[in-house]
């Protein structure tokens, strides 16, 4: 069973940035639409940002919108996630989920694979 696995996350100052990876041994993510999520201490996971298996579709929860990315690079069979300007409203648990199925991506939970999480933290 394909098991997304999360790295990248940590500690930032307010302002900075990080680049989380999502990569899987033994499956090939380009056959999958990927997303991220994250939850905030206390509340709901919710949808970041998601990538289709073409990469040619991308979607943006609109908190992130022009300070995050996401992309794929088949031949590292990794999806990034570039996070800058990063603040402090930013951190919490993040997840990569993974679906052979979608025809473009989704922000909402169905995805049908999921990572274990990275914790990133933006504070001074």
């Known amino acids: 069973q394909l098991q997304p696995v999360e790295s990248g996350g940590g500690l930032v100052q307010p302002g900075g940035s990080l680049r989380l990876s999502c990569t899987a041994s033994?499956?090939?993510?380009?056959?999958?639409?990927i997303g991220w999520f994250r939850r905030a201490p206390g509340k709901e996971r919710e949808g970041v940002s998601c990538?289709?298996?073409?990469?040619?579709?991308?979607k943006y929860v609109d908190s992130v919108k022009g300070r995050f990315t996401i992309s794929r690079d088949n031949a590292k069979n990794t999806v990034f996630l570039q996070m800058n300007s990063l603040k402090p409203e930013d951190t919490g648990v993040y997840y990569c989920?993974?679906?052979?199925?979608?025809?473009?991506?989704?922000?909402?939970?169905?995805?049908?694979?999921w990572g274990q999480g990275t914790q990133v933290t933006v504070s001074s």
């Open positions: 033994g499956f090939t993510l380009e056959n999958y639409a």
């Open positions: 990538i289709s298996s073409s990469g040619g579709t991308t």
């Open positions: 989920a993974a679906d052979p199925s979608f025809a473009t991506c989704v922000l909402s939970k169905v995805y049908a694979y």
